[in-house]
């Protein structure tokens, strides 16, 4: 009994040791880890990841400087604003997920593991709510479908307006070059070539909104890093957008296109699963557009906002998203799919 | 469902962001004291003091209708920002400083109304005006360009489309008009995204409303604070009705941030797409005949929804590179009697 007694005291002291040492790592994480990302990683004895994070923020804040800088000194020149651009989302990405990732992974050293293999359809039904100062519209019905024939997707998704005619509907194909398909992949990562059109009509307002897009999109498994259960996706792309006027001309216009996100994935994809990010979204011609505020900085920059992908069942699931930019976009959808074959 | 509704407005309250200067704009031409009170119809121009006896307004438009009511036989009235040849419909002239004028009004039975005019009101003969925007932090140089405004007879007056001011200070508004004095016609702005980074909007205390209208020979002129990268919706609402009134008119529409970049991928338009289309298709439908923007540091020639579009945003700021452009502002010509723009040039100072 004495010894029963012994052996679990050490126990509890190790339990409780593990947690001294994940606080004092965590709180290294946040501070000094804001200015030296991977410290809460180096303080847990994760050099190697400790490395790379700083690295990447590294990076993240030559790229944030080089395309700022590029900006600021050519006063925003038409010949060099878009790939200014692009480096500065690519580096405020890299070196906001590099804090995000180290926090995260010496907090819980992971709670989920990645979808290794998708089924061949999934399915959506929902609804969004959309609060723009601009427009009268609110309530939208949202439906579309994931269809995955070997390394190619099709994507349609509709948004139809509840009550009003607003109505968007969106077609996305993709490659997968790389990553998980209907056939198992090693880990959460992928990347594709994604070819989009857009067609988005306001018949109150009397115009439409066209687009073609083309754009590269990835998403990195930081267990490649030692911090399991959690991710980064980024893209980048070009939309090419056509407005039509009802009695009028119309315009051509085009769009760079960027997005990054950190995430992390709760539980086992066998089981009750989910996948929870927040993210950047570049574009503007979406619902939620780009971000507004009160002072100086409007309209350059695009929207945040956060999403999560929970699989209740083998065959059922729910999406919940919000976003803020120009607008206010918040909503829920039910999903289901075929079986994986596992 | 209701109280998904309630909360998401709430929330959203967040997007309202140019709704304060909206509602700032309703108050902008009213003042009122346990001795005077002055109402100027449109809130065509602002109310800079007030005291027992003495008025000192700016105008925003050529011919505001100012309303006086006081315990006294008469008011000194001082009007900054009008044509040189401008009139009080009442009063006598005391003081003549070319844009700023003073008047002695007498009040009848302790009130009068009080309009400004022009020799040339009536005329439906073609006449110019110059647009110049984002002088910023480059106040120091702006006498350049107000020296070439000056060589040209032609120019009756200058819309400015904000960006007046590097962060709108109320220092920055007050050098800005100094250096304003060196200019021989008024000058009616609008406001830019740089003058809200001061710890309040002092752009509409000193100058006036952020949206106007007014009609000068009969040509339109609607000026729109589009400085967050939006328009408020009660603005919107004022830009229908303006749209209305000036539909069997030629009509000049002029913001600061561009409903579009002509540049797509720069973005240095509206932050939603939608909304852009939303006000330029609104345009286009009641027969918009110009538009002219700022925020973009260089000259643009483009169309949006066929309406001639113009960025002229040479005042002096960080100029855009690699354009070969420089320091610029424009000229428009416009003719009532043909009912249209006969042209746009560009001014090069450097």
């Keep these: 009994m004495r010894t029963a007694t012994l052996v679990l005291a050490l126990l509890l002291a190790a339990r409780d040791a593990q947690a001294d040492d994940r606080a004092k790592a965590t709180a290294a994480a946040v501070l000094p880890g804001a200015v030296v990302h991977g410290a809460g990683s180096w303080v847990a004895g994760r050099r190697d990841t400790a490395r790379t994070l700083l690295y990447a923020e590294l990076v993240g804040i030559g790229a944030m400087g080089a395309g700022f800088g590029t900006l600021y000194a050519s006063g925003g020149s038409r010949k060099i604003a878009a790939p200014a651009i692009a480096t500065a989302i690519v580096g405020t990405g890299l070196f906001v997920v590099s804090w995000l990732a180290d926090i995260e992974g010496v907090a819980t050293d992971g709670l989920g593991e990645p979808r290794r293999v998708l089924p061949p359809i999934e399915a959506s039904l929902g609804v969004r709510f959309v609060e723009h100062p601009a427009f009268a519209y609110r309530t939208f019905v949202t439906t579309g479908f994931d269809l995955r024939l070997g390394r190619v997707r099709v994507s349609p998704e509709g948004w139809f307006g509840a009550g009003h005619a607003n109505e968007r509907l969106r077609l996305e194909t993709a490659y997968r070059f790389a990553g998980a398909t209907t056939r198992r992949s090693a880990d959460g990562s992928f990347v594709d070539l994604t070819l989009a059109g857009v067609r988005h009509a306001f018949p109150p307002e009397r115009f439409t909104m066209s687009s073609a897009e083309v754009g590269v999109s990835g998403r990195y498994d930081l267990a490649r890093i030692d911090l399991p259960g959690s991710f980064v996706d980024g893209s980048i792309g070009v939309a090419f957008a056509r407005h039509d006027y009802t009695g009028a001309a119309s315009d051509a216009t085009e769009q760079l296109l960027a997005r990054w996100a950190y995430g992390v994935w709760l539980g086992r994809p066998s089981s009750t699963w989910a996948e929870v990010s927040a993210f950047y979204e570049h574009r503007h011609d979406g619902f939620a557009g780009g971000f507004v505020q009160p002072g100086l900085f409007s309209g350059v920059l695009g929207s945040f906002g956060g999403r999560a992908l929970a699989w209740l069942t083998e065959d059922l699931g729910a999406i919940a998203e919000a976003q803020v930019g120009a607008a206010i976009v918040i909503g829920a959808s039910v999903v289901v799919r075929q079986r994986v074959v596992r | ?350």
């Design chain 2, 1 to 350: 469902m209701r109280r998904i509704l309630v909360t998401l407005a709430v929330v959203s309250s967040c997007t309202h962001v140019a709704e304060e200067r909206t509602r700032a704009d309703e108050r902008i031409g009213h003042a009122h004291t346990a001795a005077i009170d002055v109402d100027v119809d449109d809130g065509a121009a602002c109310v800079r003091s007030i005291a027992p006896g003495v008025i000192r307004l700016r105008a925003q438009t050529p011919a505001p209708v100012i309303r006086i009511r006081a315990n006294a036989e008469r008011v000194r009235v001082t009007i900054d920002n009008v044509l040189a040849d401008a009139t009080l419909s009442i009063g006598t002239l005391v003081e003549d400083a070319g844009c700023t004028k003073t008047w002695d009004v007498p009040l009848a039975a302790g009130a009068a109304i009080a309009s400004l005019h022009t020799p040339d009101e009536a005329s439906r003969a073609p006449y110019r005006f110059a647009l110049l925007a984002d002088v910023q932090e480059d106040i120091d140089r702006v006498g350049d360009i107000y020296a070439r405004m000056n060589a040209d007879p032609t120019i009756r007056f200058v819309l400015f489309s904000g960006d007046l001011t590097r962060r709108g200070t109320e220092a920055e508004l007050l050098e800005f008009e100094r250096r304003e004095s060196e200019l021989r016609v008024p000058l009616y702005a609008t406001l830019g995204n740089h003058e809200l980074g001061a710890d309040e909007v002092y752009f509409q205390r000193l100058f006036g409303r952020g949206n106007f209208h007014f009609v000068f020979r009969d040509v339109a002129f609607t000026l729109l604070d589009s400085a967050s990268a939006t328009i408020d919706p009660r603005a919107f609402g004022w830009l229908e009705t303006w749209l209305q009134r000036g539909r069997d008119l030629p009509h000049v529409v002029a913001m600061h941030i561009p409903p579009f970049d002509p540049v797509g991928t720069r973005n240095g338009a509206f932050a939603s797409r939608a909304e852009a289309s939303k006000v330029v298709a609104a345009l286009a439908e009641a027969g918009v005949d110009l538009t002219l923007y700022g925020h973009i540091h260089s000259f643009y020639a483009y169309e949006n929804a066929g309406i001639p579009a113009y960025i002229s945003g040479g005042g002096g700021a960080v100029p855009e590179r690699l354009d070969g452009i420089g320091r610029n502002y424009l000229t428009v010509d416009v003719d009532p009697a043909a009912r249209r723009v006969l042209g746009v040039g560009v001014v090069r100072i450097d």
